[in-house]
């Protein structure tokens, strides 16, 4: 498989960790609101609730290793989630700032910042992506009879811990390079203020056309150069008392999201929506909604922005730069609010009892705003530029429904080429993530019709069918059981 390719894997395979992070903002935003003046210490409850939030905060790392091998596994067997686990521990036991002390023969004053840091979501990725590899190649392995016992899964451990040595040796001598590579990166950006948040937005959603922004995020959400945000932000008065929260500040690389899903794309899904032919606007009016919910209520854009990524690319890039200068507007008013899954109107409520939340109902107001100027600025390009938005200028596609959705899926397959050309499927919360044998039997005109809104080439053998919230893991079912007939 080419390198962006098994990066969009990688990426879909993060989800699975990064799922955890509602429980923990919900777990947290209660005990806030039980307490908001104690923040636990005037409340046993709402003590217990943040506390276990932070355990799954506090742990990131180490859910990053086990949730990547265990995403990334063949057959998502929870063998591969323990050798993401062993593998995890290994290396950063040899590489805790005693043991690298020891190994290398110095004091403990002397060891390199780096070590400080190895037990980080960076490396977790690294180490879910190592375990995932070993259980994919040497999970089926059968040993000779002496060692017939050490067969098949029961070897993945052994073969994890081995490469976890081997790596750890590795990163001794290249980690320390590594994370100052990537503090002089969220460095330069963090030092940058109000500006360095605009563009990580600007970035983050750039890059989202290709499904990388899940590499982008880590850095400035987590603790890979000590930014850390959205942990710091969800630790609330713990935070401002270790010194790692710091009001008005902690928070800047999240809190101009929300004027954008919770009211920007919204406004977009408006001016889509007047703009489309009157024959097509009941079924875009329905389309729009249901995406327009999802953005204003859990921070889920991905319906509503991949419905005009590729058929407008001169709005994404727009949304793009406005969704970089929410942030800079944000972060320069220190209007301040978090989120531990996305932008939405629930992490808002959740996140506003959080003494770290400074100002946030102003970001309702830049969210107005915003709602004004999407509308307007897509309203105006689309019908300047005579933009082919959904439901204009063409008939609308069909629609899948839990009657029909056996039908499609076998048009799905005989437009990609048939089962012949299928080599793997797999989706993620929007798309059908396929390697193909032969790109070009897959008839991108054919696949439109039926529903799609777009088609994404990935490398030589990637394609990415652009299907809908709810409507992809339908289909993707389906297509797995016509091709094991």
Known sequence: MNVLGYMQKVGKALMVPVATLPAAAILMGIGYWLDPVGWGAESVLAAFLIKSGGAIIDNMAILFAVGVAFGLSKDKNGSAALAGFICFMVITTLLSPASVAQLIGVDSGEVPAAFGKISNQFIGIVVG????????????????????????KRLVPILTSIAGMGLAFVLLYIWPMIYDALIIFGTKLESMGALGAGLFGFFNRLTLTIGMHHALYPVFWFDVVGINDIPNFLGGAQSIANGTGIPGKTGMYQAGFFPIMM??????????????????????FSIMLAAAMASFF????????????FLAPLLYLLHAVLTGISLYIAASMEWMAGFGFSAGFVDMVLSSQNPLATQWYMLIAQGLVFFVIYYAVFRFVIVKFNLKTPGRGETQNTKISNENVGEITLDYIKALGGKENLLEIDNCITRLRLTVADTSKVDEGRIM????????????????????????????????????R
Do not use: W
Request: charged share 15%; net charge neutral.
């Open 263 to 284: 009211f920007g794309l919204p406004g977009a899904a408006l001016a889509m929506y007047h703009c489309a032919d009157k024959a097509n606007r009941d079924k875009v």
């Open 449 to 484: 019709q039926l529903g799609a809104v777009g088609v994404v080439p990935v490398g030589k053998q990637g394609i990415q069918v652009i299907i809908g919230l709810g409507t992809v893991d339908k289909v993707a079912e389906q297509m797995k059981l016509a091709m094991a």
């Open 298 to 309: 859990t921070g889920i854009t991905e319906p509503l922005e991949f419905s005009f990524m």
């Open 129 to 152: 992506i190592i375990s995932a590899e070993i259980y994919n190649r040497y999970s089926s392995v059968e040993l000779p009879k002496a060692l017939a016992f050490f067969s098949g």
